[in-house]
């Protein structure tokens, strides 16, 4: 052991300064690639790990139950009533905001507004009450005419189903007449000429039958359209206007309705900004 360590330090001792400033010239490189690639370890690491904590803090937010919140008139927030957390009914108090540059003449012109919207909510309101007047009136005019009607189309359908009876009536009269005619001819008693007009008879009364039954048929799908509500043909042709002139009404009326409602919203929207 003494000898090898005495050739050991032999062997430092022999070595020239050049080697030895070689090795240290080394070190330093080893040093400088490990200190460079540590830098860029962490310049990574800081460009790649806030990215992934900012994304799944974003994704947290939205995924959060949202609500705008907006004022009726811009300004700056005086006070705070909800805090963070906190249950909040509909209707109830949330901010408190002041503007300073809302001014009387921004009062008067509000006021303004209200009074002019008030006004025509009131025109809104007569023409909507008197249309419904009017529609009272054309359902007691529908009313009467329609009781009118079904008075004269049942007289009408009586008439024509005793128009229906007769026709049947000379029909089989006819009918008996060609039917002995035929025989006649058939047994060259008379002319076979005689069966033509015969024939020609008998058509005419099927004819008149059929134009019987026809119109009574007619008659009978008023009626029952009249008691429906459906004014078909030209007996029920004033009707039929009234009733189309009512339904205009009817939607006028509603179109009103709907515009008074909207008036008094914004009145009540309009008055409590001049509340605040």
């Known amino acids: 052991m003494p000898q090898d360590n005495l050739l050991a330090a032999k062997a430092r001792s022999t070595s020239t300064p050049?080697?030895?400033?070689?090795?240290?010239?080394?070190?330093?490189?080893r040093v400088s690639s490990v200190s460079v690639a540590s830098v860029l370890?962490?310049?990574?690491?800081t460009s790649i790990l806030p990215p992934l904590v900012a994304d799944q803090s974003d994704r947290a937010v939205m995924n959060a139950p949202v609500t705008l919140l907006t004022a009726p008139i811009p300004g700056d927030v005086l006070s705070m009533q909800a805090t963070t957390g906190t249950p909040v009914a509909r209707g109830a108090k949330l901010v408190e905001i002041g503007n300073s540059r809302v001014d009387r003449s921004t009062?008067?012109?509000?006021?303004g507004n209200v009074a002019e919207m008030r006004e025509r909510a009131v025109a809104v309101l007569r023409k909507r009450e008197s249309n419904q007047v009017y529609l009272a009136n054309l359902d007691q005019s529908i009313r009467e005419k329609a009781a009118q009607l079904d008075q004269i189309l049942r007289a009408q359908i009586s008439e024509l189903k005793a128009n229906l009876a007769e026709a049947d009536a000379v029909m089989e009269q006819?009918?008996?007449?060609?039917?002995?005619?035929?025989?006649?001819?058939?047994?060259?008693?008379?002319?076979?000429?005689?069966?033509?007009p015969a024939r020609q008879q008998l058509e005419a009364a099927?004819?008149?039958k059929d134009a019987a039954n026809a119109k009574l048929t007619q008659k009978v799908s008023q009626l029952e359209g009249l008691s429906k509500g459906i004014y078909v043909g030209e007996d029920l042709l004033a009707l039929a206007e009234i009733s189309q002139k009512r339904r205009e009404i009817e939607f006028d009326t509603q179109r009103l309705a709907i515009e008074e409602a909207e008036l008094h919203a914004r009145i009540r929207d309009q008055a409590r900004l001049l509340d605040i």
Request: proline share 0%; glycine share 4%.
């Open 206 to 208: 099927q004819s008149a």
């Open 41 to 45: 370890a962490l310049l990574v690491a």
């Open 107 to 111: 009062a008067i012109q509000l006021d």
């Open 18 to 29: 050049d080697q030895r400033g070689s090795r240290r010239f080394k070190g330093l490189v």
């Open 174 to 196: 006819r009918r008996l007449s060609y039917d002995q005619t035929a025989q006649l001819a058939s047994r060259n008693v008379t002319n076979a000429n005689t069966l033509k």
